[in-house]
């Protein structure tokens, strides 16, 4: 991780109706790092990671990536510029076999390949996942892990500088867990930034090298881990009750 800044989220706010998702939020993040994007449900997490990637617009605020603002562009152009995301619910082809929906995210991205080259690609990819043996197999024929390993296989092949992980761990059992967070790590030493929405905070102490913690939609506290999860005002968020000394 170097000390460069990657991307800065300067005042960010996003409101629905009367309802304010994200209020006046700031943050940077920096190249090679993963920051936990983390909170109590309804915190505004995830309409960051939203506003983020292109799916919303801020209603004021900028986003800037590598010194380009990238907030108010569609989700396409954001992601050509640089920004690729996992969901919280998985989102394959299912028809597709898993290089297929791989090929996929390789003929969309900066720099479009199709053909063998696509293929050879493709498998590259599934191989850092873990998932290369599997190539061949319907999407739709993939265990819960191995759909989430193929989605974010093709998040990958878009080649970001930023990777939105939103959830990518829910739902994963003790083993399963192990594994996300091994693929993760590996993911980061290649050079891959990673913002995370998480609540497996086992995940969060040792992947993490920053926290961001939301609340009502605003930041409450910004840290290491071990500083912010420890921070009375973050206990109370997710206790729903004061801390006392």
Not at 149 to 172: H, M, S
Not at 207 to 231: F, H, S, W
Request: overall charge neutral; hydrophobic content about 45%; glycine content about 10%.
């Amino acid at each position: 991780m170097s000390n460069e800044i990657i991307m800065k989220v300067s005042g960010v706010t996003r409101a629905f109706g009367g309802l304010v998702a994200v209020s006046d939020v700031s943050f940077s993040l920096k190249r090679g790092s993963i920051l936990g994007l983390i909170g109590p449900n309804g915190s505004g997490k995830t309409t960051m990671m939203n506003l983020i990637s292109g799916a919303l617009k801020p209603d004021s605020g900028t986003i800037n990536l590598d010194g380009t603002v990238i907030s108010g562009r569609v989700a396409n152009e954001v992601a050509r510029l640089g920004v690729a995301r996992t969901f919280q619910l998985v989102r394959l082809i299912d028809e597709m076999t898993v290089l297929e929906n791989v090929v996929v995210g390789l003929a969309f991205g900066p720099d479009p390949v199709w053909g063998a080259e696509a293929e050879r690609r493709g498998r590259h990819f599934l191989g850092l996942v873990g998932l290369e043996r599997l190539a061949n197999l319907e999407a739709s024929k993939l265990t819960y892990i191995d759909q989430k390993r193929l989605e974010l296989a093709r998040a990958l092949a878009l080649r970001p500088k930023v990777l939105l992980l939103d959830e990518w761990l829910a739902g994963l059992n003790a083993t399963e867990l192990k594994e996300g967070i091994s693929i993760i790590s590996s993911i980061r030493d290649l050079g891959t930034t990673i913002i995370m929405v998480e609540h497996v905070m086992s995940a969060i102490h040792s992947l993490c090298d920053q926290c961001v913690v939301m609340n009502a939609g605003r930041k409450i506290a910004e840290g290491t881990p071990a500083t912010v999860l420890t921070d009375p005002v973050v206990v109370e968020a997710y206790l729903g009750e004061p801390v006392h000394a």
